[in-house]
């Protein structure tokens, strides 16, 4: 519970309200060196708490609903886009350059999923476009991993040196990310307080975000995590996608329940956008920090044509330091920071059992947004919330307390928080919703979409 209550405590949570949660700790769940199953629960446990508490306050109910965390539904929802299955095919995981290699002097990991970053990188390598994994690994043996680093951030693309905890906390970035609270919160102006229409106590379930819509600019993973969690709990969620960047098919399935999908230029279509703006509730935006920028896009200009608007933001490594420009992915973070190392063995070095980062910050981003709505409902004023994959992996490798106890319930694998339902893109077996509280939802109420598949406007 402790961790809970510093996550609560982390989105402007009444701490009072700690004793409405309940967590069902279960046995070899999310199995670490690291203290991932903490953070996992207290990501959660610290989302379900905030949609209890605006449902509370919507509502008008006398107390907040209690939240009860299970292990069980938290370890599957965190590995959900790997229990995806379409009409029983497995999903598509890493692409083959996506991976660790062997350097002159350590070792790499590079992220080459998209047809984009995958094409930086072998150029960035001076290597053909057909370049197989054994071209890749006989490059890269001959260099140094920072050189590999640099050269490939360089022009575009995804590398990032295998580093040690110390080395990582040596690193500039690292201080500045050190430097910054878990969940960074501003108020953004002062308007009148924002009042939203009463919900039925009575209606089942409790949608604390009803009524709310939320502009999704988000991809990779935690981002579409946050908004998948926010349409779970009734916001009209509309996804929007460049044109030219379509997403990876079984990553959006995964990340698009309760979604609608849209495509649109914002250079082209910019009248379009700024009709979705006039309405928006929530803007939640994902890409590298100042990438949205030259749109107008930064918190402050997009509070000035909305006030009002909740204003979140996620990226890898936070919007400050050295590489506050840089693009990242769990992956990637998980190298830099000394984690990728603490999970190795043998002299390789490893991952977290689940893409923790993405997941757990996704979690605490829907916390923030939704905590912002409760705090608008009593004085106004629109807010940014800013989390970073990097901060989170501070908080994971130097702020939790690992709990070791070997009491609790057995855990079977994640069967029990699996279900089955039909979509558009076939049949889809999928990871459960892990928020849990009196009266609330126990699944999202549309499966999602293809890709672009809606007009990018609002119901």
Not at 134 to 155: H, K, M, N, S, Y
Not at 229 to 241: E, M, Q
Not at 343 to 350: F, N
Request: glycine share 10%.
């Amino acid at each position: 519970m402790t961790e809970i209550k510093y996550a609560w405590d982390a989105v402007g949570g009444d701490p009072a309200l700690g004793s409405r949660v309940s967590d069902g700790v279960r046995r070899d769940v999310l199995e670490a060196r690291l203290p991932v199953r903490e953070l996992a629960r207290a990501c959660v446990g610290a989302c379900a708490l905030a949609a209890a508490e605006l449902g509370a306050r919507r509502a008008g109910l006398a107390e907040v609903p209690e939240v009860r965390v299970d292990d069980g539904a938290v370890a599957a929802a965190f590995h959900s886009e790997r229990l995806l299955q379409v009409d029983g095919r497995a999903p598509v995981a890493f692409a083959p350059l996506s991976r660790f290699w062997r350097t002159a002097d350590g070792w790499v990991r590079t992220h080459a999923n998209y047809p984009h970053h995958r094409a930086r990188l072998l150029g960035a390598l001076g290597l053909p476009a057909e370049a197989s994994v054994d071209d890749v690994a006989a490059r890269l043996a001959g260099l140094p991993a920072l050189d590999v680093e640099q050269t490939v951030f360089g022009a575009g693309g995804l590398a990032v040196a295998l580093r040690t905890p110390e080395e990582w906390a040596a690193h500039e970035q690292a201080a500045e990310v050190a430097a910054r609270p878990l969940v960074e919160r501003e108020r953004l102006d002062s308007p009148h307080a924002r009042v939203l229409p009463a919900l039925d106590a009575a209606a089942t379930p409790l949608l604390p975000a009803a009524g709310l819509r939320v502009l999704d600019l988000t991809r990779v993973l935690a981002g579409p995590v946050a908004t998948r969690t926010l349409a779970l709990l009734g916001a009209d969620v509309l996804r929007v996608d460049a044109p030219q960047l379509p997403e990876l098919a079984d990553q959006h399935a995964d990340t698009g329940f309760g979604k609608r999908s849209a495509t649109l230029d914002l250079t082209a279509d910019r009248d379009t956008f700024e009709e979705l703006l006039a309405s928006a509730d929530v803007v939640v935006t994902g890409y590298r920090p100042g990438a949205l920028d030259r749109f107008g896009l930064s918190p402050r200009a997009l509070a000035e044509r909305r006030p009002g608007l909740v204003v979140a933001q996620v990226s890898a490594w936070g919007a400050y330091g050295p590489w506050g420009g840089r693009r990242g992915f769990d992956s990637l973070v998980q190298v830099a920071t000394g984690i990728a190392l603490t999970e190795g063995a043998a002299g390789q070095p490893g991952a977290l059992p689940a893409q923790a980062l993405d997941h757990g910050t996704g979690y605490l981003l829907a916390a923030a947004v939704l905590r912002a709505v409760t705090e608008q409902s009593y004085d106004g004023g629109s807010r940014l919330v800013r989390l970073a994959l990097a901060r989170t992996a501070r908080w994971l490798t130097d702020g939790i307390r690992p709990d070791r106890a070997t009491d609790g319930l057995a855990y079977e694998g994640p069967d029990a928080w699996l279900a089955e339902t039909d979509s558009p893109l076939g049949r889809l077996r999928h990871a459960l919703p892990p928020l849990s509280f009196t009266g609330g939802p126990a699944d999202w109420a549309r499966p999602p979409v293809p890709w672009g598949s809606d007009p990018a406007a609002w119901r």
